[in-house]
T-cell receptor
Framework: EAQVTQNPRYLITVTGKKLTVTCSQN?????MSWYRQDPGLGLRQIYY???????DKGDVPEGYKVSRKEKRNFPLILESPSPNQTSLYFC?????????????FGPGTRLTVL | GDSVTQMEGPVTLSEEAFLTINCTYT??????LFWYVQYPGEGLQLLLK?????DKGSNKGFEATYRKETTSFHLEKGSVQVSDSAVYFC?????????????FGSGTQLTVLP
């Protein structure tokens, strides 16, 4: 089954404790992206990657890091989480061939930083 | 800059009522336009899309027409069902940089009562 998976689905942590949220897709997509969803703000892009070893900042990259060492994986790293990073996070992927293609979203990771 | 504006929710309708969710976009570049739907506890799914002016996207009884003259992409359904209860997001491609990047509206919560 074609899908985007994220782990963990729920995470409660404390300020300053480094964490990683994993994202993996099995569709051989070149493009991957991370978003955060906050009430009243919709989805805002954190980082995206056009292909292996190619990453770029989205609208709200501060406090986050990403890496793209393999095509299927795109982990989101919070080196020193703060309470304002409490949010619902989504990973997404799409192919890059032809006209614009739909983005496939993971199920989300709900992060709480105390 | 590139942005989309959606009507604020929440929207509550009775089953079989007519639905309209308004979406307007900034007239920069030649964006593709999308409606995504988020069911409770899930990630976003593409509902429909339109890639150029006057295109009509349709899926599952929902429709939206790309109106360049009014910079709008309103979502409509003639007869909603309880199962349509979800959050709906309007989105557009950004006019510079990667064609894979999307900017989303703030989302509209729809509740359909039996």
């Amino acid at each position: 089954e074609a899908q985007v998976t994220q782990n963990p689905r729920y995470l409660i942590t404390v300020t300053g404790k480094k964490l990683t949220v994993t994202c993996s897709q099995n569709m051989n997509h070149e493009y991957m992206s991370w978003y955060r969803q906050d009430p009243g703000l919709g989805l805002r892009q954190i980082y995206y990657s056009m292909n292996v070893e190619v990453t770029d900042k989205g609208d709200v990259p501060e406090g986050y890091k990403v890496s793209r060492k393999e095509k299927r994986n795109f982990p989101l790293i919070l080196e020193s989480p703060s309470p304002n990073q409490t949010s619902l996070y989504f990973c997404a992927s799409s192919s890059t061939g032809g006209i614009i293609n739909e983005q496939f979203f993971g199920p989300g990771t709900r992060l709480t930083v105390l | 800059g590139d942005s989309v504006t959606q009507m604020e929710g929440p929207v509550t309708l009775s089953e079989e009522a007519f639905l309209t969710i308004n979406c307007t976009y900034t007239a920069t570049g030649y964006p593709s336009l999308f409606w995504y739907v988020q069911y409770p506890g899930e990630g976003l799914q593409l509902l429909l899309k339109a890639t150029k002016a006057d295109d009509k996207g349709s899926n599952k009884g929902f429709e939206a027409t790309y109106r360049k003259e009014t910079t709008s992409f309103h979502l409509e359904k003639g007869s909603v069902q309880v199962s349509d209860s979800a959050v709906y997001f309007c989105a557009r491609t950004i006019s510079s940089g990667s064609a894979r990047q999307l900017t989303f509206g703030s989302g509209t919560q729809l509740t359909v009562l039996p």
